[in-house]
């Protein structure tokens, strides 16, 4: 026993005799590891490692670490700084950045042989994660995979934002990699490009001053003026990106071109995209390079045209707010603006939009702008007294569009069609441009067909089958088909026959075939303690309307439980089990074959407890017990089929009129119910508002015909009004 204590204690010793000589290393290797800090107009936008590599002021680090355009602040782990004097090298495909620093005598790390990364070896990681300066992690390579046509080192560590251009190291302190790359899988795994790479940029840099580098992507002061700042400005290959909040109220940032608009009428116009449809961006003009001018953009979905005359919401006035049919959300969209004796005739993709007459603000400059937190990005922005697109003469007009349908019917080969349209190339290009915004259009239309016809079939299908005696009626078939009414994807046969799996397995339970309360105790374990289906255990809202999701996930909404619990129930042969339509919270009732009994109360929400219309009145907030009684009638299948429905549509309110989504469960409620004036008049209300001039004709007419005696005077009048503005304009054609 002695002696094994002895070895144990020996054991221990090395062990941490190990620790303190890995501390010390470590302490070592940190001398040589810096945090690297990108500077922009808000602050710190970005952290990183980096580490030296000569003793004469180089280090290296990420590219994406340090930027375009922006400035650097290098510190060691002891507070000292370097000033930045130049990008040594740097390499775009392998996002690696050689810096040097006005620093001499430093410490600097060795390049190990990549070779030596192979599987299991043990690796050690120094970095900034998540702004944690000067962290050292433990793990090994797992692996040297390809990464976008690069071998790169897979690693189990870690890695953060802060950690990238840090050193990865053997047990020896030699960098084999540099930390770059966060895997997606798992949280536990990274990257990192082999040092090998950075002995090439050694040996051929690339070298650009720090004064020259700021410069890199930055927009063009001899061309651009930002006014209301705090935003970042930037361009490359031709197109401005404008990113991060303005200091201006909304997050406003302008950039304003120092090309002055023409005297007299003049146009101005760009292609803008946004990468969020929450964002705000495009032209401004008549501006006084500060408070003034009009802006002409999308935002929110809609086109907005509106008036500033000061720093704030209170001074702006909304000209003129609308869709657009022709805006393609996530697309460049062309914004173009014609100003004339103070009309202002505005464009979107070349389809009018409006025509505002405006003359408070004159005269200033043009240029872009940016409002909330969502980036932009702008092109072929252009003022000039007429941007119209050339035309063509007859002759090369036929010449230009035979030689495209040429091509995209297969008659003729790209590099003949390419020189029949040599020295109209701009043309050409605009017609493509245009054929292919005619091909979107026609896309979109088709598609807008496709599901309204998709939408009509399985109303047609789902009333029809509603309209059967209830006895015949399969509700989890109706329930399918209201989830197939949004996802044409939906097939009922393998839900229906997962349906009748699940009563196989129950069927010849005892509890089962004994009947009454011991089947509705065995049905309760079988779908709530066993299977898992539940209600949401957080917001109600969350659960699945669908059943075929509830089926998926096991997880729905009351009604939708019910439904499972119903079809399930009549497979087994449970009598008595109907549909209760309480508010709030539907429930399942069961009336025992002793026609006197009471109904007893199933609450599926809560695993199937039985329940009193005094437990269920507390449970939904409802005041008076006995005022619950109406509701112990048994729903129509129908009736929860109507109720899916209303909970799937949700509020509509009053301000807008109903979504696409929304006028589809409009529709199959009008099919569903012998009166529905409520669900007409939103229909219609939607109809007009999305250009169906005929349908919403169709619906106020039965609205006058149906209603006329009910509504009052006053109100037939407005839907004779309203009908009349609908009507289309008389024609000559047969």
């Known amino acids: 026993m002695r002696i094994i204590g002895l070895l144990t204690m020996a054991l221990l010793g090395a062990q941490v005799a190990a620790a303190d000589e890995t501390e010390k290393l470590v302490e070592e ?41 922006r400035k650097l602040q290098v510190e060691a782990r002891d507070g000292t700084r370097y000033e930045v004097t130049d990008v040594h090298a740097w390499d775009e495909h392998l996002d690696l950045a050689v810096l040097r620093v006005n620093a001499k005598g430093l410490k600097p790390l060795k390049i190990a042989d990549v070779k030596t990364a192979r599987p299991g070896h043990p690796v050690v990681a120094i970095g900034n994660p998540e702004g944690l300066e000067f962290s050292v992690v433990e793990g090994v390579v797992s692996a040297t995979r390809d990464v976008d046509g690069i071998d790169m080192i897979q690693v189990a560590l870690p890695i953060e934002r802060g950690n990238s251009g840090g050193p990865l190291l053997n047990r020896k302190g030699e960098v084999l990699g540099v930390l770059t790359l966060k895997s997606m899988r798992t949280e536990n795994l990274g990257f990192a490009m082999p040092a090998s790479h950075v002995q090439r940029l050694l040996v051929d840099p690339n070298p650009v001053s720090m004064a020259r580098w700021m410069t890199l992507g930055v927009l063009d002061e001899k061309v651009w003026q930002v006014i209301k700042g705090g935003a970042d400005w930037t361009q490359r290959a031709g197109v401005i990106r404008s990113e991060g ?296 809202s969350d659960s699945n309307s669908y059943i075929n999701e509830v089926l998926d996930d096991r997880e729905g909404l009351p009604i939708m439980l019910c439904t499972l619990y119903l079809e399930l129930g009549q497979r087994l042969g449970i009598q008595g089990l109907h549909g209760l339509g309480f508010p709030v919270k539907f429930m399942v009732g069961w009336k025992a074959n002793n026609e006197t009994a009471p109904t007893q109360i199933i609450d599926v929400a809560e695993n199937g407890r039985f329940m009193t219309l005094e437990q269920v009145a507390k449970d939904i907030g409802f005041p008076d017990p006995e005022g619950l009684s109406e509701f112990l009638v048994p729903s129509t299948k129908k009736e929860m089929v109507l109720r899916m429905t209303r909970n799937l549509m949700g509020e509509i309110d009053d301000q807008s009129p109903p979504s696409e989504q929304q006028a589809g469960y409009l529709s199959l409620q009008i099919a569903l119910m012998d009166h529905a004036p409520g669900e007409r008049v939103l229909r219609a209300i939607y109809r007009s508002k999305n250009g169906d001039k005929s349908g919403a004709r169709d619906d106020i007419r039965w609205l006058i015909q149906n209603t006329g005696d009910s509504i009052g005077e006053a109100r037939l009048n407005e839907l004779h009004t309203w009908y009349e503005s609908l009507e289309e304009p008389a024609t000559d054609e047969p």
């Open 245 to 540: 909040l303005g200091a201006g109220m909304g997050g406003r940032t302008v950039a304003i071109s120092r090309l002055k608009p023409p005297t007299g009428a003049y146009e101005v116009s760009v292609k803008v995209k946004l990468a969020d449809e929450s964002g705000a961006a495009g032209l401004v003009f008549c501006s006084d390079g500060e408070d003034l001018h009009y802006g002409f953009y999308p935002s929110n979905g809609q086109m907005r045209l509106t008036r500033f005359e000061g720093p704030d919401v209170y001074s702006w006035t909304v000209l003129a707010q609308a869709p657009s049919s022709a805006y393609m959300p996530g697309e460049w969209n062309d914004l173009h603006v014609r100003l004339d004796a103070g009309k202002m005739t505005c464009w979107v993709n070349g389809e009018l939009w409006r025509e505002v007459e405006d003359s408070v603000l004159k005269g200033g400059s043009a240029g872009l702008c940016r409002f909330r937190n969502p980036q932009a990005e702008f092109k072929n922005f252009k003022v000039g007294s007429d941007l119209s697109r050339p035309v063509l003469d007859i002759k090369q007009t036929r010449a230009v569009r035979e030689a495209i349908d040429g091509y995209v019917a297969g008659k003729t080969t790209l590099s003949l069609a390419t020189g029949k349209l040599s020295g109209s190339e701009d043309s050409a290009l605009n017609q493509i441009e245009e054929d292919m915004k005619s091909l979107n259009e026609r896309i979109k239309a088709l598609k807008r067909l496709g599901t309204s016809m998709h939408k009509d079939a399985v109303i047609t299908q789902l009333a029809a089958h509603l309209d059967k005696p209830e006895g015949e009626i399969s509700l989890l078939h109706s329930a399918l088909l209201l989830a197939r009414l949004d996802n044409p994807e939906v097939d009922p046969q393998p839900y229906l026959a997962l349906v009748e799996r699940m009563a196989d397995e129950l069927k010849n339970d005892a509890a089962i075939k004994k009947g009454g309360t011991s089947a509705l105790k065995c049905l309760n374990k079988y779908l709530f303690h066993e299977s898992g289906f539940h209600v949401s255990r957080h917001d109600m």
């Open 29 to 69: 290797w940190m001398k040589s590891v810096v945090k690297v800090t990108q500077l922009g107009r808000n602050g710190t936008e970005g952290l990183g490692a980096g580490w030296i590599v000569d003793e004469s002021g180089l280090l290296v680090t990420n590219l994406h670490v340090i930027g375009r355009g």
